[in-house]
T-cell receptor
Framework: GQNIDQPTEMTATEGAIVQINCTYQ??????LFWYQQHAGEAPTFLSY????GLEEKGRFSSFLSRSKGYSYLLLKELQMKDSASYLC????????????FGKGTSLLVTP | EAQVTQNPRYLITVTGKKLTVTCSQN?????MSWYRQDPGLGLRQIYY???????DKGDVPEGYKVSRKEKRNFPLILESPSPNQTSLYFC????????????FGPGTRLTVT
């Protein structure tokens, strides 16, 4: 099984930078995903890390440390539309395609 | 356009009345999965399928059935719905060509009274 922990809620100001952390425990790590989900909508893919280091994609970056079982999602130049839930998901090497999701971090961006 | 579709999007039904939620993907993905999402509990996997005629239980399979007769379709069946199955349901698919990223359908909001 897997334990995936991320903060329940965060608040940040428009234009600022926010970091959402995710820690996990897994028997056979095989990739970590971040998804964005607006209320009542489907999750949409943001990033994928399988090797240690930073992956940058526009205003969003994701970092992974496999030895520490740790990842973070960094959002820069926050916009009001970034208010959403951010889901950390881990793929276990033994489970093939299956993803285990954390409970999500609800981010509120304020003016 | 590559997509996962679900129907219906919204459904209100009564306890015990059998229902089916359809899911279809046009990306030739091998893997398909059903999740339910409840406040404070996040996404929980109900059933998944690695390919045609291959299905397996996820974390919360009780009260649900699935089938995978064709690669593109993966319906979710509630034989006798109960109020505790009121939830938001998502279908997702994934394939080797997508680097295993899961594509989600738009969701089905089910209310069982």
């Amino acid at each position: 099984g897997q334990n995936i922990d991320q903060p329940t809620e965060m608040t940040a100001t428009e234009g600022a930078i926010v970091q959402i952390n995710c820690t996990y425990q897994t028997s056979g790590f095989n990739g970590l995903f971040w998804y964005q989900q607006h209320a009542g909508e489907a999750p949409t893919f943001l990033s994928y890390n399988v090797l240690d280091g930073l992956e940058e994609k526009g205003r969003f970056s994701s970092f992974l440390s496999r030895s520490k079982g740790y990842s973070y999602l960094l959002l820069k130049e926050l916009q009001m539309k970034d208010s959403a839930s951010y889901l950390c998901a881990v793929r276990d090497g033994d489970s093939g395609y299956a993803l285990n999701f954390g409970k999500g971090t609800s981010l509120l961006v304020t003016p | 356009e590559a997509q996962v579709t679900q129907n219906p999007r919204y459904l209100i039904t009564v306890t015990g009345k059998k229902l089916t939620v359809t899911c279809s993907q046009n990306m030739n993905h091998e893997y398909m999965s059903w999740y339910r999402q409840d406040p404070g509990l996040g996404l929980r996997q109900i059933y998944y399928s690695m390919n045609v005629e291959v299905t397996d239980k996820g974390d919360v399979p009780e009260g649900y059935k699935v089938s995978r007769k064709e690669k593109r379709n993966f319906p979710l069946i509630l034989e006798s719905p109960s109020p505790n199955q009121t939830s938001l349901y998502f279908c997702a698919s994934s394939g080797q060509d997508s680097a295993y990223e899961q594509y989600f359908g738009p969701g089905t909001r089910l209310t069982v009274t």
